[in-house]
């Protein structure tokens, strides 16, 4: 079953929802274990949900928002320049992952895109089939359609229109 334009507006924003209630949560409990949980990385969950969908600003703002939260609320046995430094190193690793994430994602998306033919395929040197994994002699059109985004359309070469319908046709 397809969904509508609205029905898919819809999902996203169930999903946001989400992923608000649960970046919500983890802040949550960083400040109700203030200072038994010293390593926020709770937060880091929130922050590869949103850049693996691709939703770089809020994943970069919870990867700020958060260790500067934690800074300021925690009681951390850290003082000074300390909690300054590990607030530091937490905002760069949460932000190089996020960066980390969305790179990954990409790259996927635009593997997934990409369907490449091959090697060596057995073209009959005659009829122009192809033969297929398991043996059998296919039409080139199928085969590639199969293997790949491609579709055809059929129309004639200028020699070929020549040679079998005795035809001018011009070289467009």
Same mark, same amino acid.
């Given at each position: 079953?397809?969904? &509508? /334009?609205? *029905? #898919?507006?819809?999902?996203?924003?169930?999903?946001?929802?989400?992923?608000? %209630?649960?970046?919500?949560?983890?802040?949550?409990?960083?400040?109700?274990? !203030?200072?038994?949980?010293?390593?926020?990385?709770?937060?880091?969950?929130?922050?590869?949900?949103?850049?693996?969908?691709?939703?770089?600003v809020p994943a970069y703002a919870l990867a700020?928002?958060?260790?500067?939260?934690?800074?300021?609320?925690?009681?951390? /046995?850290?003082?000074?320049?300390?909690?300054? &430094?590990?607030?530091?190193?937490?905002?760069?690793?949460? %932000?190089?992952?996020?960066?980390?994430? %969305? !790179?990954?994602?990409?790259?996927?998306?635009?593997?997934?895109?990409? !369907?490449?033919?091959?090697?060596?395929?057995?073209? $009959? /040197?005659?009829? #122009?089939?192809?033969?297929?994994?398991?043996?059998?002699?296919?039409?080139?059109? /199928?085969?590639?359609?199969?293997?790949?985004?491609?579709?055809? &359309?059929? *129309?004639? $070469?200028?020699? $070929?229109? #020549?040679?079998?319908?005795?035809?001018?046709?011009? %070289?467009?």
């Amino acid at each position: 079953m397809a969904l &509508t /334009s609205e *029905g #898919k507006a819809n999902v996203v924003y169930l999903e946001h929802g989400l992923w608000l %209630a649960v970046a919500g949560v983890f802040v949550w409990i960083d400040f109700a274990t !203030r200072g038994f949980i010293d390593i926020p990385i709770l937060y880091l969950i929130p922050v590869a949900w949103a850049a693996w969908r691709r939703w770089l600003v809020p994943a970069y703002a919870l990867a700020v928002i958060g260790p500067t939260l934690h800074l300021l609320e925690s009681q951390s /046995s850290y003082h000074g320049l300390a909690r300054l &430094t590990n607030t530091a190193v937490r905002i760069v690793v949460f %932000a190089g992952a996020t960066w980390l994430i %969305a !790179r990954v994602r990409d790259r996927q998306q635009l593997l997934q895109e990409v !369907r490449v033919l091959r090697g060596l395929l057995p073209v $009959c /040197s005659f009829c #122009k089939k192809i033969r297929n994994d398991v043996g059998v002699w296919e039409a080139i059109e /199928s085969y590639v359609s199969r293997h790949s985004e491609a579709e055809f &359309t059929h *129309g004639l $070469c200028p020699p $070929c229109a #020549k040679q079998h319908y005795d035809v001018d046709v011009d %070289a467009r």
